[in-house]
């Protein structure tokens, strides 16, 4: 539909105006129309729909107004008005739209033309940049001289430079000497360099110290007469703080204007040095007591040119509160618990550690060392020799004096006492350089530096020394095991020492032999050779504790002389060996710990080995061994008793105590010797030759077991009776009744024997199994040759081959080896031999060829046997003599 023209009274008069923008544009839809422009759009509160209502208001609003309510409801709605009003929005819309959109364009050419602008700007800077990098560097290289001349030329010309500021510098300062030098030789006068001390702070009085000692130097050179007789450079000339001064050098005083006649320059200079000491001094103990750590570190740099620091570094140390405090308690007396010295004294007990006295020192050390770095690192520029200086103090002085105090009286208790003390102190000191070194000290909370922890060091090794110079450490932990086994062997000893006294090689002889005191009374003698080795009274008492001596019985020579000892004292005991190891092994853990480990650990081990070898070897396990064999060679053969062989159940101990010793030695001395190899391989010589001794004295209490036992056993089976094996043919035999009473008393004993044989050597291993076998191969040769001494009926082949079912079962009981079934099987097969008839025995003998037969054959079931070994058996039959019999023996 075509729109239609614009009437006079609707149409809106648009008045636009191309050439710009910013002027408002006004469309009236009416003369009540609203306007509106660029900005009622650019606005933030502008709303589309609020805009579509306000054009849809301005068309109607007049035609409403226009007519009547009744021509307004008979009227049809007129669309024309907003369709106009719409169209001119729309129109002027575009219109803007068009000057909005030539307007970016616009806008957009400026942008594309100032962005290629600006990237042409810092591409030129970007290039004069890189030029001006480019002659630094080249400016750089030709500084530092790379090849260039111009660039050493300016090097040297530096260092030319410094060279003329020092030799400026050299020449003020010599002429300043030279004008001090003319003040004091012709004047007497030091005011210049005083003016220097007093005027200049730390650094005039660091120079005026530098200054006055080559005025000491020139006075001593151009003073021929007290020249040598005068203190060289380095001299100290204070007293101390506190000292006497003179009228002409007071730490207050000056040298301005005073006259001294015609007393020397070199004297005058002294005098001043001195002074200027003093006042030093005097500034830096003011300044400590007001913790002014800046006072302090002047005063220490300009005493750094007398001694070398030495004055200020003395004064320092010796007012410490720390050592004045301990001075006056050098003194003291240590703890009086007498729990824990009772404790520390006894081996079978955990010592209780760091004496409490020595113990609270150290502990004391560790917090003021660690306070005082803090004010040593501000005070002084050269801490560390400081921090040495109050170490040295602290180790040398407090620790070492209560150290000795604590080492005096543990040697006053016994030797495990000292030597407990002497760990557990080493120990704690040991932790606290440990923990220093830790901290760092002056260089907190960074670790100690190399030269702090060198000094730590060599104070704890120092404090120490003494105590293991040579071969003294080792002789005391010698003496105190030796002690200690001795003692706790004492009732051992005198028990065998008894048994063996009246024989010619007695025991007491090989004690002697050793260097043992042992005579005729073995109380009285270790009673008198404890009161001859001068021992404390407490470790005498320790002893005989361990002795088993009590309080009753140690009299003296007025008291009892004979000690009452009892079997289980002669016998080995595992708590006893335990005990001993127990106390070696805490030795050698001791010296480890002590000595460290070092070069001398092989030659101590040497000596700990031979000590145990001596003591708990020869002395408490081959005694015992040689006992068991005077035991067993007693019952060797025996006569018309059983023999006594409960003494084999002792070898269980024995076996024990050899395996206690060999896994000790192995695992424990073994190894510390490992970087020596020579001491090494004697060692495991002795060793070796130690363990061979003693299981061949084992080895040989076995064999005369054996022996007697095997000897007992043909004894019981001679007393067998010539009826056992022809009873009466009336006789009622039961089946209970079939065994002899020989056969069962000789199992009874040999069962008994085989129980304390496993209990001895236990009920499985290697020797139990050879004991077994040796017993055995003796039980079957007694057996066969048994029973070819008894006639045998036919009712009395059931008791036979009763009796050697019985002995079977016996060997069968000792698990015996497979390889010694086919001797079982002989038995059987001679039990056979009674009980079968003529024609079965015939025909089980038929095809016997000596072992030759198949498994199971007679062959396979006599292995070993020849025919002509049947023979007797056979004989011994009742029907011997007959037809049948006889033709089988004809055989054989």
Not at 142 to 156: C, E, F, I, Q, V
Not at 514 to 532: C, F, H, M, P, Q
């Amino acid at each position: 539909m075509a729109a239609r023209p614009f009437s006079p009274d609707t149409a809106s008069v648009l008045s636009h105006n191309s050439s710009s923008l910013s002027r408002p544009n006004t469309f009236q839809a009416s003369s009540r129309a609203p306007v509106y422009t660029l900005d009622t759009f650019s606005s933030k509160d502008f709303i589309v729909k609020d805009f579509v209502e306000s054009l849809s208001e301005v068309s109607t609003t007049p035609r409403r107004s226009a007519g009547t309510a009744a021509q307004t409801a008979s009227q049809a709605f007129d669309p024309k008005p907003l369709i106009r009003t719409f169209e001119h929005a729309l129109s002027r819309l575009k219109t803007l739209s068009e000057d909005l959109e030539t307007r970016e364009n616009e806008l957009s050419g400026s942008v594309r033309r100032a962005e290629g602008q600006h990237n042409s700007n810092i591409k030129s800077r970007e290039q004069e940049l890189e030029r001006a990098i480019d002659s630094f560097h080249r400016l750089e290289r030709t500084l530092d001289g790379d090849g260039d001349a111009d660039g050493s030329a300016a090097l040297r010309i530096g260092e030319r430079l410094e060279e003329l500021d020092r030799q400026r510098q050299r020449a003020q300062d010599a002429k300043f000497i030279l004008q001090c030098w003319i003040e004091v030789s012709e004047r007497g006068d030091l005011s210049s360099l005083d003016d220097v001390r007093r005027m200049g702070g730390g650094d005039g009085k660091v120079r005026c110290a530098h200054i006055a000692r080559q005025l000491l130097k020139i006075s001593q050179r151009l003073d021929p007469v007290t020249n040598g007789k005068s203190q060289t450079n380095g001299v100290h000339f204070a007293n101390g703080v506190n000292g006497e001064h003179d009228e002409t050098g007071s730490p207050s005083g000056s040298f301005r204007g005073k006259k001294h006649g015609d007393q020397p320059p070199r004297e005058i200079i002294e005098k001043f040095l001195e002074m200027l000491e003093k006042d030093l001094l005097k500034s830096f103990d003011d300044f400590y007591r007001r913790q002014n750590f800046d006072g302090m570190r002047e005063c220490a740099v300009a005493l750094r040119d007398f001694n070398d620091g030495s004055s200020v570094i003395s004064l320092f140390v010796n007012q410490h509160q720390f050592f004045i405090d301990r001075a006056q308690l050098v003194t003291e007396d240590l703890a009086t618990d007498t729990e824990s010295w009772d404790r520390i004294a006894d081996p079978d007990t955990e010592p209780p550690g760091v004496e409490p006295s020595l113990q609270s020192l150290i502990d004391e050390v560790k917090v003021v060392v660690q306070e005082e770095s803090f004010i040593i690192k501000r005070a002084f520029p050269y801490h560390e020799e400081v921090l040495a200086r109050f170490l040295q103090r602290v180790f040398q002085q407090s620790i070492q004096q209560k150290l000795e105090m604590v080492l005096d009286k543990a040697d006053t208790i016994s030797s495990l006492a000292f030597l407990r003390s002497l760990q557990s102190s080493r120990s704690y000191i040991a932790a606290l350089v440990e923990d220093l070194k830790a901290h760092g000290l002056t260089e907190h909370p960074e670790p100690a530096s190399s030269v702090t922890a060198a000094v730590l060091d060599q104070q704890l090794d120092e404090l120490f020394v003494p105590y293991f110079t040579g071969s003294s450490y080792i002789e005391r932990e010698k003496r105190n095991l030796s002690e200690l086994f001795e003692g706790l062997l004492f009732k051992f000893t005198i028990y065998h020492s008894r048994r063996r006294k009246m024989q010619p090689s007695t025991y007491l002889g090989q004690l002697a032999a050793r260097g043992n005191e042992y005579i005729s009374n073995a109380r009285e003698t270790y009673v008198k050779r404890l009161d001859s080795a001068d021992l404390p009274a407490s470790q005498k008492a320790m002893l005989l504790r361990i002795a088993g001596l009590h309080d009753k019985e140690h009299g003296g020579a007025a008291g009892q002389k004979e000690i009452d000892v009892t079997d289980e004292d002669g016998q080995l005991s595992l708590p006893f060996t335990k005990r001993m190891l127990k106390w070696l092994a805490e030795g050698v853990g001791r010296g480890l710990e002590l000595a460290g480990g070092g070069n001398e650990t092989p030659k101590e081990v040497r000596e700990l080995l031979q000590l145990l070898i001596a003591n708990m070897g020869e002395i408490y396990l081959e005694t015992a061994l040689d006992a068991a064999n005077d035991a067993a060679a007693a019952v060797e053969n025996p006569k018309s008793a059983e023999p006594d062989l409960s003494y084999i159940t002792d070898l269980r101990a024995a076996v024990s105590v050899l395996h206690l010793m060999l896994t000790t030695i192995q695992m424990l001395l073994l190894p510390l010797a490992a970087s020596n190899l020579t001491i090494r391989r004697d060692l495991e010589k002795q060793t070796n030759s130690f363990v061979e001794r003693m299981e061949g004295k084992i080895d040989l209490v076995l064999q005369r077991t054996i022996d007697a036992a095997l000897a007992w056993t043909a004894r019981l089976l001679s007393g067998q009776r010539k009826t056992d094996f022809r009873p009466r043919d009336d006789a009622n035999l039961q089946l209970d009744q079939l065994q002899t009473g020989t056969c069962q008393a000789t199992c009874t004993f040999l069962a008994r024997l085989h129980s304390r044989a496993a209990v001895a050597l236990g009920s499985s291993g290697r020797v139990l199994q050879a004991f077994n076998v040796e017993l055995a191969v003796g039980l079957r040769g007694l057996l066969l040759t048994h029973f070819k001494s008894f006639p045998v009926s036919l009712t009395g082949a059931l008791v036979v081959s009763k009796d050697i079912t019985k002995y079977i079962e016996l060997l069968r009981s000792w698990q015996l080896p497979a390889t010694f079934d086919p001797s079982l099987e002989v038995m059987t097969e001679i039990a056979n031999l009674f009980v079968i008839g003529p024609e079965a025995l015939r025909d089980r003998l038929r095809n016997f060829g000596g072992g030759g037969g198949g498994a199971g054959g007679p062959g396979g079931l006599l292995q070993g046997v020849e025919k002509g070994d049947l023979r007797p058996y056979v004989l011994r039959r009742e029907d011997s003599g007959s037809v049948g019999v006889q033709a089988v023996l004809n055989a054989l």
